[in-house]
């Protein structure tokens, strides 16, 4: 395990219930990293997401993925103490349910960055298979 959640925490902002990723296995500060989360039907979304068959919000694997993204980028050292905002969503599409007890792989590929601007390919795996993609871009901001 490179980052555990209390070294994550470091580096992003979120902190539970929003913290969607438990774990980096993999980090090249700003150019990728892959990260995990467990899905839990401790989750407080599956209380109402839905009560007969828990399935992970859409936005919350974009988010898991968006926070992935944002420790790739703030890994860099003249990133520290920024904050990574979303931009904008493309391309997404959910390919497969996301259900408790699935493990999120989570890769996040820096695909171009200029002054505080940037896009991001992002892909979500549970095991082999590819349960969601998107084009994310981000702003960053000095925290105030």
Same mark, same amino acid.
């Given at each position: 395990? +490179? &980052? $555990?959640? $209390?070294?994550?925490? !470091?580096?992003?902002?979120? #902190?539970?219930?929003?913290?969607?990723?438990?774990?980096? %296995?993999?980090?090249?500060?700003? @150019?990728?990293?892959?990260?995990?989360?467990? *899905?839990?039907? $401790? =989750?407080?979304?599956? /209380?109402?997401?839905?009560?007969?068959?828990?399935? /992970?919000?859409? *936005?919350? %694997?974009?988010?898991?993925?968006?926070?992935?993204?944002? *420790?790739?980028? @703030?890994? @860099?050292?003249? $990133?520290?103490? !920024?904050?990574?905002?979303?931009?904008?969503?493309?391309?997404? #599409?959910?390919?497969? !349910?996301?259900?408790?007890?699935?493990?999120?792989? +989570?890769?996040?590929? %820096?695909?171009?960055?200029?002054?505080? &601007?940037?896009?991001?390919?992002?892909?979500?795996?549970?095991?082999?298979? +590819?349960?969601?993609?998107?084009?994310?871009?981000?702003?960053?901001?000095? =925290?105030?």
């Amino acid at each position: 395990m +490179l &980052l $555990n959640s $209390n070294e994550i925490q !470091k580096i992003i902002p979120h #902190r539970y219930p929003f913290l969607m990723v438990d774990r980096i %296995i993999e980090l090249e500060p700003g @150019l990728s990293a892959v990260g995990e989360k467990a *899905v839990s039907a $401790n =989750e407080m979304h599956f /209380m109402g997401h839905f009560p007969e068959e828990h399935v /992970m919000p859409g *936005v919350l %694997i974009i988010e898991a993925l968006a926070q992935t993204g944002a *420790v790739a980028i @703030l890994a @860099l050292a003249e $990133n520290r103490g !920024k904050i990574a905002y979303f931009a904008g969503i493309k391309k997404a #599409r959910f390919r497969q !349910k996301v259900i408790p007890g699935d493990v999120l792989r +989570l890769a996040v590929e %820096i695909k171009s960055s200029r002054g505080p &601007l940037g896009i991001g390919s992002a892909r979500a795996y549970v095991g082999d298979k +590819l349960v969601c993609e998107a084009e994310l871009s981000f702003a960053l901001e000095s =925290e105030s």
